[in-house]
């Protein structure tokens, strides 16, 4: 069955430090994968998502995620956090049955950022 | 470009009443998804409709649940003798038919059972 393990549920950096969010999927043929960030109260916002092509993919806000298929992985990564970053990311394998998207998500990770 | 809509933002009910939930979509998306999250859990699919048809519906949607999209507009997601299990956060998505499927995102309705 396809899923989405996030390893990590809540990780805390510094501002201005490195971040990486680790995903991995389970999924038969070649994945959809996207991040969203959720904020309290609100919706999920796309951050970025990978088709094919490239496997270095570039979102909004500073972050990118590198697709490894030999892995089962798609990390996000971002070289300097800010504090308004402090959110919840949440990575999806979208799975195309009779023609949609639908999404599997992981469980998320919740990320702290120190000042 | 609004973006995707859902009224209430909250709701508190008590078990057994029944609750209605509504959801507009960016309007020229066809396709409409409703997604439930949990407490500590990413959203789990419910259901979807493309126009006004629903096409997929999860086993986690009981008979308790219900959807309509009635003229492939906006969406009313039911729920009849609600239970403390239902207590979650209901999230609207909606995307294209064409072009890479992304799903935009509403910023959901927290149902709370008491």
């Known amino acids: 069955a396809q899923s989405v393990t996030q390893p990590d549920i809540h990780i805390t950096v510094s501002e201005g430090a490195s971040l990486e969010l680790r995903c991995n999927y389970s999924y038969g043929a070649t994945p959809y994968l996207f991040w969203y960030v959720q904020s309290p109260g609100q919706g999920l916002q796309l951050l970025l998502k990978y088709f094919s092509g490239d496997t270095l993919v570039q979102g909004i806000k500073g972050f990118e995620a590198e697709f490894k298929r030999s892995q089962s992985s798609f990390n996000l990564r971002k070289p300097s956090v800010h504090w308004s970053d402090a959110a919840e990311y949440f990575c999806?394998?979208?799975?195309?049955?009779?023609?949609?998207?639908?999404?599997?998500f992981g469980a998320g990770t919740r990320l702290a950022v120190h000042p | 470009d609004t973006g995707v809509s859902q009224d209430p933002r909250h709701k508190i009910t008590k078990r057994g009443q029944n609750v209605t939930f509504r959801c507009d979509p960016i309007?020229?998306?066809?396709?409409l998804y409703w997604y439930r999250q949990t407490l500590g859990q990413g959203p789990e699919f419910l259901t979807y409709?493309?126009?006004?048809?629903?096409?997929?519906k999860s086993r986690l949607l009981s008979d308790r649940f219900s959807a309509e999209r009635p003229k492939g507009s906006f969406s009313t997601l039911e729920i009849q003798r609600t239970e403390q299990g239902d207590s979650a956060m209901y999230l609207c998505a909606s995307s294209l038919v064409q072009g890479r499927h992304e799903q935009y995102f509403g910023p959901g309705t927290r149902l709370t059972v008491t």
């Open positions: 309007s020229e998306h066809n396709r």
């Open positions: 409709f493309q126009n006004e048809a629903q096409l997929e």
């Open positions: 999806a394998v979208g799975l195309f049955s009779g023609g949609y998207n639908k999404l599997i």
